[in-house]
């Protein structure tokens, strides 16, 4: 069983470089979220999906951008990184009943 | 804003001992859920608390859900070791825009 795929697991990029987050879900979910976590603290909400063509910014949406062509996939784009930007991303979707919010295994991005 | 605090931030407990976890948020919610995140790992659901006056258990865990009160709590029973992790509730948001607003987090260490 599949669930929530991320890649990459870990990555380490320089400041001002650019990359993308990959998520992909197998369970035909609509909502679809990413969410950052620092050190010690708790998950911050980046962006969400309600479906294919639908995103909007969640708590904080500045350096990132989103996109979502599909049901299965919601990519993550980190443009112009930066140190601030070191953090776990944490991928996740839920089902349309809301019972259960799954999570991705997480990727470990460090910004030097 | 929708706030989510929890207290306390952290707990240090002995084996056997009983203890609460309370997680207050700011604004109307009549859903709200509970995970358990082990240190590297992503986040495991517990509980998901959909209506006013709810209550789930799972062995030494039990989480209620007081929507007037705008808090819920996660009380632990006869701690364990195996216990030990850091616990957030998450809420959503209640407006239809299916936003998940964690908190901060509980991080609990059981001693032996």
Request: include cysteine; proline fraction near 3%.
């Amino acid at each position: 069983n599949a669930g929530v795929t991320q890649t990459p697991k870990f990555r380490i990029l320089k400041i001002g470089q650019s990359m993308t987050l990959q998520c992909t879900q197998d369970m035909n979910h609509n909502y679809m979220y990413w969410y950052r976590q620092d050190p010690g603290m708790g998950l911050k909400l980046i962006y969400y999906s309600v479906g294919a063509g639908i995103t909007d910014k969640g708590e904080v949406p500045n350096g990132y951008n989103v996109s979502r062509s599909t049901t299965e996939d919601f990519p993550l784009r980190l443009e112009l990184a930066a140190p601030s930007q070191t953090s776990v991303y944490f991928c996740a979707s839920r089902d349309a009943a809301g019972n259960t919010i799954y999570f991705g295994e997480g990727s470990w991005l460090t910004v030097v | 804003e929708l706030k989510v605090e929890q207290n306390p931030l952290f707990l240090s407990m002995q084996e056997g001992k009983n203890y609460t976890i309370y997680c207050n948020y700011s604004t109307t919610s009549d859903r709200l859920y509970w995970y358990r995140q082990d240190p590297g790992k992503s986040l495991e659901s517990l509980f998901v608390l959909l209506s006013n006056g709810a209550v789930k258990q799972e062995g030494r865990l039990m989480a209620s859900l007081d929507t007037k009160a705008r808090l819920s709590t996660l009380h632990i029973t006869a701690a364990v070791h195996d216990l030990s992790a850091t616990y957030f509730c998450a809420v959503d948001l209640n407006s239809g825009t299916y936003k998940y607003i964690f908190g901060t987090g509980t991080r609990l260490k059981v001693l032996a």
